[in-house]
Nanobody, 116 residues
Framework: VQLQASGGGLVQAGGSLRLSCAASGSGFSIARMGWYRRAPGIERELVATITSGGSTHYADSVKGRFTISGDNFKNTVSLQMNSLKREDTAVYYC???????????WGKGTLVTVSS
């Protein structure tokens, strides 16, 4: 499973960004996809996940501001980030779990920088 993420960049506080990630490969079915992030000096943390059934989970710090969505047919996941704060600055990583495996697949990170 290969994950390709896009959409990071520089935005002012209060602004919005949308991250997208596509899973490619063959012979797999997605169980869950999501986003994690790592800020300087902070361990990687979960941002949001969505299961193939559409159940979502968010970190408390992003609830009400971020929305995760997925497309099972296209094996894609997106993260709409609104009302961005400086503390959202981090490298964001796309993650996927597939049915029948305990492995986590990771995409290359995409940098989100929120300026004041």
């Amino acid at each position: 499973v290969q994950l390709q993420a896009s959409g990071g960049g520089l935005v002012q506080a209060g602004g919005s960004l949308r991250l997208s990630c596509a899973a490619s490969g063959s012979g797999f079915s997605i169980a869950r996809m999501g986003w994690y992030r790592r800020a300087p000096g902070i361990e990687r943390e979960l941002v949001a996940t969505i299961t193939s059934g559409g159940s979502t989970h968010y970190a408390d710090s992003v609830k009400g501001r971020f929305t995760i969505s997925g497309d099972n047919f296209k094996n894609t996941v997106s993260l709409q980030m609104n009302s961005l704060k400086r503390e959202d600055t981090a490298v964001y990583y796309c993650n996927a779990e597939v049915i029948g495996s305990t492995m986590h697949y990771w995409g290359k990170g995409t940098l989100v920088t929120v300026s004041s």
